[in-house]
């Protein structure tokens, strides 16, 4: 009897999902999704003080997940910065440069244009000194006193356009990605997210082999709902994983 009863058993099982395959913006969002299924479903928390007990655990580590990987965010966002603002230093050096072969010109126009050129130039001398926001308002200047009626013929005169041009590019592409930094600063005790990460591995499928198990004794809906809580979020990212 119980051997039949084990075999007419309807076996509950997890949907097969790789979560080494999942990278780590990927495994943010695969744990929200789970939350926001799970408070979809209607089922209660305090049905079960052990699932509830894993849940607000994983709720708490993914919190903190998600202020690792702003740091991370944060950190590249730095990177790009500095390396925006080195192509925009050496375009404004670029562009003081190409007016040095025109120190000896030979018509008169191009001298003219030369020194009046290089008055511009000396008044934004130490511009690299100043901050972020500085040098971009001060070049953002230049560029515009450059392309004014007082200086364009100058700057024409000398073929320096291109110059011009630029430095406007590399000061715009720099000021957009400084408007859209990461408005968190970064905390003085670095998050490890490898670590985090693994944590919350381990709190999830802690909570979803728990549920397995129990609903493969009970049955109870509570249970097999959870179950296919749990299963919709897995199944839409082993999908995914399919896919590549």
């Known amino acids: 009897y119980i051997k039949n009863y084990y075999k007419n058993m309807k076996k509950y099982t997890l949907i097969r999902l790789d979560l080494f395959r999942v990278k780590n913006a990927e495994f943010k969002q695969f744990i929200t999704r789970f939350f926001e ?14 699932f509830k007990s894993l ?22 966002e730095s990177k790009k910065i500095s390396e925006l603002n080195k192509v925009r230093n050496a375009d404004f050096q670029a562009l003081k440069d190409s007016i040095k072969p025109y120190k000896n010109a030979k018509t008169e126009d191009q001298q003219k244009a030369y020194h009046a050129l290089k008055l511009v130039f000396d008044s934004y001398k130490g511009v690299v000194k100043d901050s972020y926001e500085g040098r971009t308002s001060r070049l953002h200047t230049l ?33 957009e990605i400084f408007n859209k930094r990461s408005l ?10 490898k670590e985090i990460r693994k944590e919350i591995s381990e709190i999830y499928q802690n909570m979803a082999n728990y549920i397995v198990a129990v609903t493969n004794v009970k049955e109870d809906p509570f249970y097999t ?7 919709n979020s897995r199944k839409y990212y082993a999908d995914m994983l399919a896919r590549r």
């Open 37 to 50: 299924d799970f408070e979809g479903s209607g089922l209660s928390l305090d049905t079960d003080e052990v």
């Open 55 to 76: 849940f607000e655990s994983l709720k708490s580590k993914s919190d903190t997940y998600a202020k690792a990987l702003e740091q991370v965010r944060a950190k590249e």
């Open 143 to 175: 560029v515009n006193q450059l392309r004014s009626n007082e200086y364009n013929d100058d700057v024409v005169a000398l073929y320096i356009t291109n110059f011009v041009n630029e430095l406007d590019k590399s000061n715009t592409a720099f000021n």
């Open 184 to 193: 968190q600063s970064l905390q003085k005790n670095n998050l490890n997210v």
């Open 225 to 231: 709902k959870t179950l296919e809580v749990l299963n």
